[in-house]
């Protein structure tokens, strides 16, 4: 019976880490999943029965179990079951010397399986829940996006942890009189630094992955600056070069009128003010920022042929620093440009409203496809690592402010939309 539960303990623990640590999905089909439980569960009946704990065993039903149940790559399957079930040891490893230490006052001879080392599963349990807790969900950093050097520092660091305590513990085993138990409490202590100093690793990688990703988040913020930027100054240049020809211009209209030909100063009336409306705003929110932003995407749609449209006017400036506003609206504008480009009528509409307490922007898309519930902050791009941050800078930044986000894709006259509102709190004026 004991090789059964110790096979469940690690199989939960082997689905706790995956789903959780690496973000892998379970399969659909409960063909496979009910298989891959029966062959946990068989494994622990041939062990029972043979009363043997065959490592070879332990091999074959971790890794034939984690195929079966979770839908991912085989190989890529295959390297996260053995290095989970090599890591998960190291940590098994150490919580069965706390135990022992404290339980038992320094180890039993023998290295049979006991009912007491069960509490060392939970205990390893509960050291990875506080990791995930912690540590990973907390910067919504996972095992996945850290980098390969930190996962095998992790491994190795282990590896030398373990070999030098279970040289040490076989010391205290076989000379067990010969210790006090200021001995153990220094042997407890120095576990306990060990798997303290796996957290500093584990730390220190999480801390580079949202290094990294604060990096692109900046990169991407000036790249949408740097574009702007370049579309104001092609406006300003056309305003320069207007003002230059405006002296001609004048000259000309003057000659045509003073040969009564009225008809054709009209034209070339129409013909200057088709001009000066190309470099003109076409879109006035009432931020005079946010009228960069919303102009620029303006222009971007045209130039893909996808209907834009605003309504609504603000009276007053939204209450977001210059960075946090450019990475709000111009995620969302840039994703409800992407989207909308490829639907078979690419269309964008920015409607702003202004209540006592409340700014509201609501943007709508036209879309080829319908999201659905955990898909809103998912990406559909193939380069997962590099992209998916756009909604999650739109999330971040209106949690900043106290605010309110709402998406939801919906169908109108059999038209597929993406719509997002975001509702930003006003401030209140003394």
Not at 165 to 191: L, Q
Not at 369 to 396: E, Q
Request: net charge neutral.
């Amino acid at each position: 019976m004991i090789y059964i539960v110790d096979n469940i303990l690690n199989y939960l623990i082997y689905l706790f880490l995956i789903y959780f640590g690496f973000r892998i999905n379970p399969r659909k089909n409960r063909f496979f999943i009910g298989a891959s439980v029966m062959i946990v569960l068989s494994a622990g009946v041939f062990s029972a029965y043979y009363d043997v704990n065959s490592p070879i065993v332990y091999i074959l039903w971790s890794v034939f179990s984690i195929l079966l149940f979770f839908e991912d790559r085989v190989s890529h399957l295959i390297i996260v079951s053995a290095s989970l079930m090599y890591f998960t040891g190291i940590i098994d490893t150490f919580s069965v010397m706390l135990i022992q230490i404290v339980m038992i006052g320094g180890g039993i001879t023998g290295t049979e399986l006991a009912w007491w080392m069960e509490p060392a599963y939970l205990l390893s349990f509960c050291i990875y829940l506080f990791v995930y807790r912690q540590i990973l969900k907390k910067h919504e950093v996972y095992l996945c996006d850290i980098e390969l050097k930190y996962k095998l520092a992790l491994l190795i660091q282990g590896s030398i942890f373990q070999m030098f305590y279970n040289f040490v513990f076989v010391s205290f085993n076989e000379n067990h009189a010969a210790y006090g138990w200021d001995a153990y409490a220094v042997f407890f202590i120095s576990i306990t630094g060990a798997i303290y100093s796996v957290f500093l690793t584990l730390s220190l990688a999480v801390k580079n992955v949202l290094s990294d990703r604060q990096n692109r988040e900046l990169q991407s913020f000036m790249h949408m600056q740097k574009q702007q930027y370049d579309y104001q100054l092609q406006q300003s240049v056309a305003v320069r070069r207007f003002k230059h020809d405006l002296v001609n211009h004048i000259g000309a209209l003057r000659e045509l009128l003073n040969e009564k030909k009225t008809e054709e100063a009209k034209e070339y009336i129409d013909t200057i003010w088709n001009i000066q409306n190309e470099f003109d705003l076409k879109v006035h929110t009432g931020d005079s920022f946010l009228d960069i932003i919303v102009n620029y995407y303006s222009y971007l749609a045209a130039k893909e042929k996808a209907e834009f449209t605003v309504s609504g006017r603000l009276t007053d400036k939204i209450p977001l620093e210059m960075f946090d506003l450019t990475t709000l609206v111009g995620n969302i504008l840039q994703n409800a440009l992407e989207a909308a480009l490829k639907a078979d009528m690419p269309k964008i509409h920015v409607e702003l409203i202004e209540h006592a307490k409340e700014i509201f922007i609501v943007v709508i898309n036209s879309t080829d496809d319908a999201v659905k519930g955990k898909k809103f902050f998912a990406t559909s791009k193939k380069d997962k690592r590099n992209h998916g941050f756009g909604l999650k800078n739109i999330a971040a930044a209106v949690q900043k402010y106290h605010g309110e986000c709402y998406m939801e894709s919906v169908e109108e006259n059999g038209e597929r939309l993406f719509k997002i509102s975001v509702a930003i709190p006003r401030e209140e004026k003394a």
